[in-house]
């Protein structure tokens, strides 16, 4: 056995592979280094050295993948509810961020870890400042993560923050064993001008690197847009080519027409879907039925903390279901496996790693996690995904993996010192706030 492979086998388990079409079953996962070696029935042969989990009461599924958010905000959860976004963001939001040191942002990444890791996430997509810390919590924590540095480029120190950017995307793509990615991240069409917008497009699209922006969140967005160049949040980013030249992951796009989702048509990336945040500041109900139907992926997120309040994507997964079909009036409007699918395999595909994740399939990286079915709101099982979909929250997630490796077993989080990272984080956020 010398130089194998450490195996793990996960033993009659309730496997959910999010593979479109397939439908939950009893069965085996094989772990074999950083990949699933198979998935399937429950005859795999033991061999000496394996480890073998009980998969007896529990559920797998593919990692929960959070297409888009701002992990350190972790540290502004509840701090302002109840605002206007722009009034939230300009007062609140930027004034704190402005008092946070690169120690504050690796603190406040490390506190969203914790509980993306407890609440069944792997991978993630962020856009931040002092990204590089970021960076580093994801090596430590082993978490997959899309990193980009944010950027307002109407600042007058654009120029600054686009260089941070290109270090970042230099620096950090491929690193922790491939599971860092990154992409480029320009705020949104109201924080980015034409000119400068314009550039930063070409040379994504010459370096092949995709781009993280937020887009058409608000009404008031809608408005300024409107007002400064006469045409619409996505018609703006159209005209500037950015859905000619790179892989692009639209946060929000909630206020979209129909013509701007025939735009759409075609984009490589996708549009994260981020239903609590939409809900929580009032923004509107995104059109996933009409961008799904026009061929466009979409994912799921959360956006930060400071707005959506937790980073739990059961939460997410069912407030995606219930406002599909609030909106539309109709219970089969985003039925349970789809909003399943969208937080998985469909926020894989705005990461551009759904090659590697995003289900259970032999030859994709190991991230995966457990789910404890013996419990009272999860019991009977008469429709599985819908079980999972509708009444499962973070909190009952038992064991998560990614590349392989064990970040959580039996809800003990391996990988982060949980006692000292509270310490941290309380004592981070209270100084941050103070005065603001
Ligand atoms: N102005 C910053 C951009 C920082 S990164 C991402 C920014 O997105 C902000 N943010 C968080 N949630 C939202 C949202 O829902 N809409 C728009 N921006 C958001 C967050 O506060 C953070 O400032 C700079 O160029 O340095
Ligand atoms: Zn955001």
């Not at 430590?140 to 990193?147: K, V």
């Not at 994504?204 to 809608?222: S, Y």
Request: proline fraction near 5%; hydrophobic fraction near 45%.
């Amino acid at each position: 056995m010398h130089g194998a492979k450490t195996r793990t086998i996960i033993r009659n388990v309730l496997i959910m592979t999010m593979k479109e079409g397939d439908r939950p079953f009893r069965g085996d996962i094989v772990l074999e280094g950083s990949r699933i070696a198979s998935v399937g029935p429950s005859v795999t042969s033991q061999h000496p050295g394996d480890e073998i989990i009980s998969g007896e009461g529990m559920a797998a599924m593919p990692g929960l993948i959070n297409a888009h958010q701002h992990s350190p905000m972790t540290l502004l959860r509840a701090f302002s509810d109840d605002l206007k976004l722009m009034d939230w963001l300009e007062r609140k939001m930027f004034p704190a961020e402005a008092r946070m040191t690169e120690e504050d942002i690796y603190w406040g990444a490390q506190l969203a870890m914790a509980e993306m890791i407890r609440s069944g996430t792997t991978a993630f997509a962020d856009m931040y400042i002092h990204m590089e810390q970021i960076a580093t919590a994801v090596a430590e924590t082993g978490m997959r993560a899309s990193l980009a540095r944010g950027l307002a480029l109407a600042e007058d120190d654009g120029g600054k923050r686009l260089a941070e950017g290109w270090d970042l995307i230099e620096r950090w793509s491929g690193q922790a064993n491939g599971r860092i990615t990154t992409m480029l991240g320009p705020h949104s069409p109201y924080l980015c001008p034409p000119e400068p917008l314009k550039e930063l497009i070409g040379e994504a699209g010459r370096k092949r690197i995709p781009i993280h922006i937020h887009l058409a969140e608000t009404v008031e967005e809608t408005a300024i847009i409107r007002e400064r160049y006469g045409k619409t949040p996505t018609e703006y980013l159209h005209d500037l080519g950015l859905f000619d030249e790179a892989h692009v992951l639209l946060a929000h796009a909630v206020h979209l027409s129909a013509s701007d989702i025939r735009l759409l048509r075609g984009m490589r990336g996708g549009a994260a879907h981020n239903p609590v945040s939409n809900a929580k500041l009032g923004c509107g109900i995104a059109p996933v039925a009409a961008l799904m139907e026009q061929g466009v992926a979409v994912g799921i997120g959360t956006d930060g903390a400071g707005s959506a309040t937790t980073l739990d994507m059961f939460a997410e997964i069912r407030a995606a279901a219930w406002l599909q079909k609030l909106a539309a009036q109709d219970p089969t409007a985003l039925p349970a496996g789809r909003a399943l699918r969208m937080a998985t395999a469909g926020s894989a595909r705005l990461l551009g790693i759904d090659s590697e994740v995003g289900t259970l399939e032999a030859g994709k990286k190991a991230d995966l996690l457990l789910i404890d079915l013996r419990q009272p709101h999860l019991q009977p099982l008469h429709d599985p995904e819908a079980v999972i979909a509708y009444a499962a929250a973070g909190g009952d997630v038992d064991s998560v993996f990614v590349d392989g490796v064990p970040l959580m077993r039996s809800r003990r989080l391996l990988t982060i010192d949980e006692e000292k990272l509270l310490a941290e984080a309380a004592v981070r956020a209270a100084r941050i706030v103070e005065g603001v």
